[in-house]
């Protein structure tokens, strides 16, 4: 199972709601493909989020959920067959026993037999749930399988086999979380935190970016998660303003801030925070500006995660205060600031979304509208909330704000009656940032 992951009944009581749900329909999800780093090492395995959330397991494998009477009735795995020489260089294979006794396999076969034992389950099927985008190969071969069981479809009298993209099940299911998975995205939260106050305490003069991302990472390791759950933005200075910087190669100057935005991975679930803090214990007038601002359009933000609100709501909170603060400090001309929500002109300055969902991925499943317009929250969902404000060296903003970039992210829970801030805990007020910095300066 998925280390640390959900238990074994939390994972037969997820297959049971959507065998629930299939009736006359097949939901198959193909291997993913083992990724090269080069030549012929490949990097650490990680399985389809999918696949992970039916069976915890770690390996490459097909799943299929079958509910009517067949030889594939039930939960079926397709997995590696145990192989002693190739078990001697990568590690033990739960093999057909394995997916069996220990996952809770109805069926197990051979890997390879995957799409042979789908084209016998899709007889009498009216549906076929794939798994798009796992592999091109995959994804090929599934058209042309579609196309054969339709072919003779007409001498049988059945209805043509209609495909659909299993993200219409998955998706939903996965978007709310249970009390079970709401724990382990605290515990997932809890170790970000301690390894960004760990970076605050620790950070020196001459320390790199990427000394900071090795620290962060070290820390998600020690606190018991496999890893980082995304490549981890540890970007100082003007580095700050590109969103997803991941090189890390620089040196954060005496008077820069630094942007982190890294998470860890606990039991296949995700952590996303980002914090910024000064390198030395002081912030500048024109930081301290826009922290501020960034902090007070995230605490609006915040207030606004609640059953029945939604994140275009959470991100028009924040966007207002935003907006008001750019014309207020310069960085938009004059005051009018509805022509400029209208305009898009703060987009050079604040140009993503201040929501996403976050579960096993760190860009998780879910729509965000339905049929009414934006999706209503509701209990069970987890989003962050990550305002900020980039000011590009090249601007044509204030000098004083040209190469800024300030980002403040947190985790949250939807609840019954309102919300958890999972991250509440990592310091966000700017005075109390100076006094942590200033102790592990002196």
């Known amino acids: 199972m998925t280390p640390n992951g959900p238990s074994p009944d939390s994972y037969r009581r997820r297959r ?3 065998l629930a749900r299939l009736n006359d329909a097949v939901l198959f999800l193909p291997p993913v493909e083992e990724a090269r780093y080069s030549n012929d090492v490949h990097y650490r395995y990680r399985p389809d989020s999918d696949t992970r959330y039916l069976s915890g397991f770690e390996e490459p ?3 299929m959920l079958v509910a009517r009477d067949c030889e ?8 590696r067959e145990r192989d002693p020489q190739s078990e001697t260089w990568t590690g033990r294979r739960a093999g057909l026993e394995g997916a069996r006794e220990t996952y809770g396999a109805d069926n197990a076969w ?4 995957g799409e042979e034992k789908l084209e016998q389950a899709l007889s009498g099927a009216r549906t076929l749930y794939y798994g798009f985008g796992r592999s091109a190969g995959s994804d090929s071969a599934m058209l042309e399988l579609v196309k054969r069981v339709n072919a003779g479809r007409p001498r049988s009298g059945l209805a043509p086999l209609v495909l659909h993209d299993s993200s219409e099940l998955m998706s939903e299911m996965r978007l709310f979380k249970s009390d079970e998975e709401a724990e382990l995205m605290r515990r997932s939260c809890a170790i970000a935190v301690q390894a960004h106050i760990a970076v605050l305490e620790d950070l020196r003069p001459g320390h790199s970016e990427s000394d900071i991302e090795a620290g962060v990472e070290y820390r998600f390791r020690r606190g018991g998660c496999s890893g980082p759950a995304y490549g981890t933005i540890a970007a100082a200075g003007n580095n700050a303003t590109v969103l997803h910087y991941t090189s890390n190669l620089g040196t954060p100057g005496q008077g820069d801030l630094v942007l982190l935005d890294a998470g860890g991975e606990y039991g296949g679930y995700a952590a996303d925070i980002t914090s910024t803090f000064p390198m030395s214990a002081d912030w500048t007038d024109a930081q301290a500006e826009l922290y501020d601002l960034v902090l007070a359009a995230q605490r609006s933000a915040l207030a606004q995660v609640k059953p029945g609100s939604s994140c275009d709501s959470v991100h028009q909170a924040a966007l207002g ?5 750019m014309h207020d400090l310069g960085l938009l001309e004059g005051s009018d600031t509805s022509a400029s929500l209208e305009s898009g002109a703060y987009q050079p300055y604040y140009m993503h979304r201040t929501s996403h969902w976050l579960g096993m991925d760190v860009h998780d499943v879910g729509s965000y ?5 934006p999706r209503p929250l509701a209990a069970g969902m987890v989003l ?3 305002p900020g404000i980039y000011v590009r060296r090249d601007s ?3 000098e004083r704000f040209r190469g800024i970039g300030i980002r403040l992210e947190d985790d949250v829970l939807v609840t019954a009656d309102g919300s958890e801030n999972l991250t509440a805990a990592l310091p966000r007020d700017r005075d109390e940032i100076s006094r942590i910095r200033r102790a592990a300066l002196s």
């Open 16 to 18: 049971e709601t959507l």
């Open 61 to 63: 494998c097909s799943l």
């Open 72 to 79: 594939s009735k039930g939960f079926s795995m397709f997995v």
């Open 110 to 113: 051979a890997l390879e037999q």
């Open 321 to 325: 205060v935003l907006v008001q603060g």
């Open 369 to 373: 509208r339905d049929n009414e317009g």
């Open 384 to 386: 962050t909330v990550e």
């Open 396 to 398: 044509e903003a204030p």
